[in-house]
């Protein structure tokens, strides 16, 4: 019998790395330093010595390790191999084998963001659910589908990329990813404050948000506070992803969206908007799908690259 796995969640700047046992609670937590200089060739060894290192201190059995779950910013294929990852400067790296190489250890690799959606399903917004998308309202808007408590990862790894799923034909600039008027640009932290520049810009309507720096943040507490102006961003806001959403459900029907990410610290009135759109557009028989927001915060990359290797 199995006690113990890790997670691990590589970002581009920091390696935040879990020890669980095989019933989900974090015995340990504790991060390095991503160090993506030369092509990334540090990151393995780096995460492999963190993790020989905890097994020494905590006097464990490999035998007793059913595995080590990684979460990477990048596609993944089926073997666990990153298609490639920009933060990391990776071009194709086969993680899962070069892990499994350097510490005997069964390896299990998957995208980040639908890796941290597994997480919130197992631990978080989601638990007690099995078909969950996850959206993480953050510099971008990133996603994960959860169906029959299985990451859902696509032919090309691309699956839960619902920030670009097409929303508006109008947009002055290209999205990221090179083409123009993706949810992204619209839903994400940023997207909110373009949508409250170019309000203000428009309209001749007094608004706190003209007193100092518009982030989305404080378009929010302008919203809570009853500014119109900012109410009419939130609307926006809110049909842009409410309609977006309904489109999704149409596609893989989940049971909850789990909404994360820093645009979600506003709390609940987020959810409020995006559903006042979603029920109008979804089809009648999903009009009862539930939203929650996220729970686990940064610990949901962890949670689910556990989860991966105890499933």
Partial sequence: M????????????????GLFDVQGNVLDKWEIKTRSEGNGENIIPDVAAAIETKIS????????????????????????????????????????????????????????????????????????????????????????????????????????????????DKMDKPCGCGNKGCLEQVASATGVVYLANKKLA??????????????????????????????????????????ALASVTGVVDPEIFVIGGGVSKAGTVILDYVKKYYVNYVLDAC?????ALATLGNDAGIYGAARMVIE
């Fill in 287 to 291: 009009k009862g799908t539930e939203f």
């Fill in 2 to 17: 199995k006690k113990y796995c890790f997670g691990i969640d590589i970002g581009g700047t920091t390696v935040k790395c």
């Fill in 202 to 243: 428009e309209s001749s309507m007094s608004s706190v948000l003209r007193e100092g720096e518009v982030s989305a943040k404080t378009v929010f507490d302008a919203v809570k506070a009853g500014d119109a102006l900012a109410c009419e961003v939130a609307e926006e806001f809110g049909k842009y992803l409410g309609t």
């Fill in 57 to 168: 201190e905590k006097g464990i059995e490999k035998a007793d390790i059913a595995g080590i779950g990684v979460g990477v910013p990048g596609p993944v294929n089926e073997e666990g191999a990153v298609v490639t990852a920009v933060n990391l400067h990776w071009g194709y790296v086969d993680l899962a084998g070069e892990m499994e190489k350097l510490t005997g250890i069964t390896t299990k690799v998957g995208n980040d963001a639908n890796v941290a959606a597994l997480g919130e399903m197992w631990k978080g917004g989601g638990e007690g659910h099995k078909n969950v998308v996850m959206v993480t309202l953050g510099t971008g808007v990133g996603g994960g589908i959860i169906i029959g408590g299985k990451i859902l990862t696509g032919s090309h790894g691309a699956g839960g990329e619902i920030g670009h799923i097409h929303v508006e």
